[in-house]
Each structure stands twice: as structure tokens, then as C-alpha cells.
């Protein structure tokens, strides 16, 4: 199964997925009364979004944390019966009782290994013709993270897959997309603080540097990474990715 976050701190620090994700829930062309899949919900703060824009639909708010769908239902309890909850590794098919009309997704593809099995799921969860909407890190994401972490002798995130926009078109084609749209943009994000950057990297670039650590020796190997970077900054870049299903 995928790892486990800390999800309250995610729910705090996460403004930038935040701000990520709120675009691409507008692609989606919703009249409200579809049924979406929001692959890899996280704490909720972009599937709340998506509820909003379906009065008379539902969600499936599926995330392979236990810790992130608790505190996705909290954040997500005034919708009462119109969410469901399910804990899920989109690496293996979906436990999906039908097809739903669309699928959101942001910023968790890159934490999915294989890129084939992900998208060949997902058509699958699909009814022909439903849309896919999607961002995750791309080619070149935070290059300057990977780089300390080489410096360091650490791994350079190679369990994460940070496609190319050719790649990932070829994937979605043969998995049984069609209307193929795929591109890269940057996102520098700054911090504030030192602090803040730590605690950032901690929580979501590196928790699986970190997970089997004490907490002083994560907190030094956070520390060694973030000053190694050029500034208080990590060099985000989005693989964006519409696509629908054929038929």
C-alpha cells in the first residue's frame, strides 16, 4: 500500500496543491448531477471543491492513506451521503461498484510507479466517454531537490515517475484515451522561511526519506537538503493531462 502522510499538517502546509488542484477542477464541464472519482483525494481540500459544482451528484473520494481519508471526512462531512470514502493503491483495479462520469486527479500520479497499470485502472473506472482531468509532477520536478539528494548520497525520488508529456500521451493512448492533451509549466513555489521550506519538504517531498528516522535525524537530513538548495524555493513542475475515455 502507498505510504501514510501526516495528514493535519498536509491539511495546513498544502496551499500550493491547494492552488494546483482548484484549476483543474474547472476543466472539468460539469452539469451536477454527474459522479466523480477523485483519485487520490488527500485531505479533501480540492475534492470540497469538486462537491461544490455537483448539487445532485456524488464524489468517490478515494486515497490510499487511511490517515488522509480520515481527515477528508472531516473536512467533507457536510456532504453527507453524497461522498464516499475508500481507501484504495491505484496500482491494482479500482473497487468501484460502476463507472463513474469523470476523474479528477492532483498532484498524486507521480507517486504511482507504474504509469501503464495507473492509466489502463482509471479507463477502466471510466464510462466510455467520461474525462479524464489531471496534474502531477513532471519531467525535470524539483531538480534542485534532486540534486542535494544526490549530493547527500540519498535517493533522488527514484520510486516516483516525473513523465515527459510524449510519454504519458503514448500511456493514455494505449490504455483507451483519446482527445489527448498533455503539457508541462513550471510552478517555482517560495517560502517565507527557512522553517516553513523544512517543515514542507518534511511532510510531503521527503516523508519517505524520513519515515524510518528519529525525529532528530529527520529533522538534521531535512535541514542538510533545504540548504543545499540555490533558495527558499523548491522548483515545482506540473504535467497537466485531459484526456477522455474512447467510445
Known sequence: MP??????????IADPQ??????????????GDETVLDAGCGSGRVTELLAERLPRGRVVALDGSASMIEQAGRRLQRFGDRIRFVVADLLHPL?????????????TFHWVRDHDALFGHLAAALRPGGRLAAQCGGAGNLATVVRALEELGADPFTEKVFATPERTSER????????IECWLHAEPTPFETLEELETFL?????????RSMTDDEAGAFVHAVAERLPRLELDYVRLNIRARRAG
Not at 18 to 31: H, I
Not at 95 to 106: F, G, K, M, R
Open 3 to 12: 505510504r501514510e502522510w501526516d495528514a493535519e499538517t498536509y491539511d495546513r
Open 18 to 31: 491547494f492552488r494546483w488542484g482548484a484549476s483543474v477542477v474547472g476543466w472539468l464541464d460539469l452539469d
Open 95 to 107: 473497487p468501484l461498484a460502476e463507472p463513474t462520469d469523470a476523474v479528477l486527479s492532483t498532484a
Open 172 to 179: 493514455l493512448l494505449t490504455a483507451g484515451f483519446v482527445d
Open 202 to 210: 518534511r511532510t510531503v517531498a521527503l516523508g519517505e526519506h524520513v
